[in-house]
């Protein structure tokens, strides 16, 4: 009954671990379908205009989620914080085999769900290669406290 009990909090913290990419790529997914409703009507009217310096910046337009893109970013949140606070309860009952199982679930979702994709032009500088640009990707362990 004990293995079951280590291999359900393993299987726990995978399903967290794929919650929090459902996040990111439900975000990724209501930003991509706003910049391709914005392009559509850039497309019929484009008016630039003029900075003060006299040379044209690019516009920009400030996305707000509807309410309900905003309801469903909204559970997700509560789904994912309420798997990590069952997680972060059940590393509090000190078992070393629970501790265990928790560090082979999160690694295990994490190269499950996780997968890191990073688009990068081939008209890059080489700095940008060696991923100074990129940094603001990758996220660290503690994603409430980075």
């Keep these: 009954m004990f293995a079951v009990t280590c291999i359900g909090v393993a299987a726990l913290v995978i399903v967290l671990e794929f ?4 996040g990111n790529e439900y975000d990724a997914l209501i930003v991509r379908q706003f910049k391709r409703n914005l392009n559509a009507r850039a497309a ?3 008016v630039p205009s003029v900075d003060s310096s ?6 920009f337009a400030t ?3 509807t309410p309900l893109q905003q309801l469903i970013r909204s559970v997700i949140h509560a789904v994912v914080f309420g798997l990590a606070y069952m997680v972060m309860l059940l590393a509090m009952y000190y078992n070393g085999f629970v501790l265990i199982s928790i560090i ?12 890191m994709v990073v688009k990068i032009p ?3 500088q080489h700095d940008d290669m060696r991923g100074k640009n990129i940094s603001h990707q990758i ?6 406290c980075g």
């Design 104 to 115: 082979i679930g999160a690694g295990v979702g994490k190269f499950l769900c996780d997968w």
């Design 44 to 46: 019929a009217v484009h």
């Design 54 to 59: 006299g040379g044209y910046e690019t516009p």
């Design 139 to 144: 996220e660290e362990p503690s994603v409430c």
């Design 19 to 22: 919650c929090r990419r459902l």
């Design 63 to 65: 996305f707000r989620a």
């Design 122 to 124: 081939f008209a890059a």
